[in-house]
């Protein structure tokens, strides 16, 4: 998939576990690890937004596009 998805790096940045930005953030612990995993096919804007809010964060620095064809290079 050529979104990554660098929640888990955020977290450890910020030293938060991920069951307390769920909390925080009103999602299930499952949703968020579908999420921080890259296996979630969509994401809410309020959910970003919710997450940049308690992560002190830019939407820039949780998802990074990655284009395939340069990986195959």
Avoid at 38 to 43: C, D, E, P, S
Avoid at 64 to 71: G, H, P, V
Wanted: hydrophobic letters at 40%.
């Amino acid at each position: 998939m050529p979104i990554i998805i660098n929640l888990d790096v955020m977290l450890a940045k910020r030293k938060m576990r991920s069951n307390e930005l769920a909390a925080k953030i009103g999602i299930t612990e499952q949703n968020l690890s579908v999420l921080k995993n890259g296996r979630a096919k969509a994401l809410r804007l309020t959910t970003l937004e919710a997450i940049c809010k308690h992560l002190n964060c830019q939407p820039g620095d949780i998802l990074e596009y990655a284009d395939e064809t340069d990986a195959n290079e």
